[in-house]
């Protein structure tokens, strides 16, 4: 049984990582990531991004985020600084050459008094 303290989360989605090893000489691996959002202070950080889908390199990717209490928004990529929205609600316009070629994930998170943090996006980048 696998328990988790979600009080000490923000609310929104996060992912749970399992990894098994087998104790033999092999040492065979399993893997399994859970999707998990966090409802504790019915806060919501909304995100969107333009076009949806997929851009060519040369497009702009208009990226859009709300949450009623927070303070700032910071987008990101991978865990990369992708740029900051002052306030609780707002947009980037980021060149689409800007992540790279290929599928790219794109998150937000929020500061204030509530944060919380969104589910990825996923735009294809060709």
Do not use: C
Request: aromatic share 2%; proline share 5%.
């Amino acid at each position: 049984m696998l328990q988790l303290d979600t009080a000490k989360l923000v609310d929104g989605y996060h992912e749970l990582r399992v990894v098994a090893v087998k104790a033999s000489k092999i040492q065979t691996r399993g893997r399994l990531i859970l999707p998990v959002v966090v409802n504790n202070h019915g806060q919501k950080l909304e995100l969107s991004i333009t076009p949806k889908g997929s851009a060519a390199a040369t497009d702009m990717v208009t990226i859009t985020a709300r949450q009623a209490s927070a303070t700032a928004i910071t987008i990101r990529q991978n865990g990369r600084k992708v740029g900051r929205i002052e306030g609780d609600n707002g947009q980037l316009e980021v060149l689409a050459a800007t992540f790279g070629r290929g599928p790219i994930a794109l998150q937000a998170q929020s500061e204030g008094p509530q944060p919380a943090v969104s589910s990825p996006l996923v735009i294809e980048i060709r």
